[in-house]
T-cell receptor, first 117, second 112 residues
Framework: GAVVSQHPSWVICKSGTSVKIECRSL??????MFWYRQFPKQSLMLMAT?????????EQGVEKDKFLINHASLTLSTLTVTSAHPEDSSFYIC?????????????FGPGTRLLVL | QQQVKQSPQSLIVQKGGISIINCAYE??????FPWYQQFPGKGPALLIA?????SEKKEGRFTISFNKSAKQFSLHIMDSQPGDSATYFC???????????FGTGTRLTIIP
């Protein structure tokens, strides 16, 4: 159980275009999902926290107008990288929180590798 | 800034040996400490986690040791196998498992 999927698994796009990444919890409902960014051989950096039906909370230094997050349902959150540039190339990973009170756990998706040319 | 310091950066262990990775945190409000295993090109997978009410948790070959007073916790992999070769991240978070802060990662290589 507790499977999180991401689509696409990798994407190559031209500079200036927008890219949408989907994160789905397949066998559970997630009121909270998280979006992380990971550069090669580096740690995961939290970008934003996404709560179903409300606006995402962005971490300091993350441009909310560039990284649009929509958590439209209890099983789906999307991250849209708008007007992508080469410096946005990275590995984007989502996670979804599940579990009972005080026993919640984050389960991670397989990641989406974005390459902006 | 709330940091989680992880060491070593890389580790080579012989098959059958014990792999030990250490982490230290600063924020005393943290009360959830998971370890994640990540293979190249994949997302992190939860390995084992601990809360401060216990000093040790064991699941199979994986053990977390937790020292609340020192604000340190470590992962021990017993009888290390080549399939354990991966990058390991410790993390820490506050009550309710919100906003995990990740360590910098340890690249573990198990040699025959």
């Amino acid at each position: 159980g507790a499977v999180v999927s991401q689509h696409p698994s990798w994407v190559i796009c031209k500079s200036g275009t927008s890219v949408k990444i989907e994160c789905r919890s397949l066998d559970f409902q997630a009121t909270t999902m998280f979006w992380y960014r990971q550069f090669p051989k580096q740690s995961l950096m939290l970008m934003a926290t996404s709560n179903e039906g409300s606006k995402a909370t962005y971490e300091q230094g993350v441009e909310k107008d560039k990284f649009l997050i929509n958590h439209a349902s209890l099983t789906l959150s999307t991250l849209t990288v708008t007007s992508a540039h080469p410096e946005d190339s990275s590995f984007y990973i989502c996670s979804a929180k599940t579990g009972t009170y005080n026993k919640e756990t984050q389960y991670f998706g397989p990641g989406t590798r974005l390459l902006v040319l | 800034q709330q940091q989680v310091k992880q060491s070593p950066q890389s580790l080579i262990v012989q098959k059958g040996g014990i792999s030990i990775i250490n982490c230290a945190y600063e924020n005393t409000a943290f009360d959830y400490f998971p370890w994640y295993q990540q293979f190249p090109g994949k997302g992190p997978a939860l390995l084992i986690a601990i809360r401060p009410d216990v000093s040790e948790k064991k699941e199979g070959r994986f053990t977390i040791s937790f020292n609340k007073s020192a604000k340190q916790f470590s992962l021990h992999i017993m009888d290390s196998q080549p399939g354990d070769s991966a990058t390991y991240f410790c993390a820490a978070g506050p009550f309710g498992n919100e906003k995990l802060t990740f360590g910098t990662g340890t690249r573990l290589t198990i040699i025959p």
